[in-house]
């Protein structure tokens, strides 16, 4: 289950997967369980592999929540993100991502409000490179421009307007 918010602050994600398999011993780019958010602008006909986007990481190392700047505008970075704490919790087989995140982590894109933007949301499961389960939130069909079936992100409208700190929910 996704369940996404924001305000005038920051962007709120809230993920919970059942994963037996689960690992909370490692970072999910090390092999371990996670969480990535992206937040893309929205492509246009003249850039449809838009790089411009920013990746979180979530994940649990030494016992402890981290959150990370995992990628920026197509950019690898690794970067603590030491001012946001997420929490992650263990609930028989599912596991619950928390984690709310400042627009000023996704500068020079936010805050996005009266803008689409982009949004992908994933879970990453244990294992090698090659052998892990990755659930995501769906994309919708494409756009009349795009010759993929499939867009790379999920438009969303953050407006202004929305000052009641809206809820977006979904499955991954």
Do not use: C
């Amino acid at each position: 289950d996704l369940e996404l918010n924001y305000d005038r602050d920051g962007l709120g994600v809230v993920v919970t997967v059942e994963d037996p398999a689960v690992r909370l011993d490692r970072l999910p780019w090390q092999g371990g369980s996670g969480l990535l958010v992206n937040l893309v602008r929205p492509i246009s006909p003249d850039d449809y592999e838009s790089k411009r986007y920013h990746s979180v990481g979530v994940g649990v190392e030494g016992g402890v929540p981290h959150a990370y700047l995992v990628g920026h505008d197509g950019d690898v970075t690794l970067t603590p993100l030491p001012g946001i704490e997420p929490v992650v919790e263990r609930r028989g087989d599912a596991t619950r991502y928390e984690v709310a995140i400042p627009w000023s982590v996704f500068h020079p894109y936010g805050p996005p409000l009266d803008l689409e933007m982009g949004l992908n949301v994933f879970y990453v499961g244990a294992g090698a490179v090659g052998d892990r389960d990755v659930l995501s939130l769906m994309p919708e069909d494409r756009l009349s421009f795009e010759p993929d079936p499939w867009r790379r992100y999920v438009p969303v409208n953050f407006w202004t307007s929305d000052l009641t700190r809206p809820v977006m929910k979904g499955r991954l």
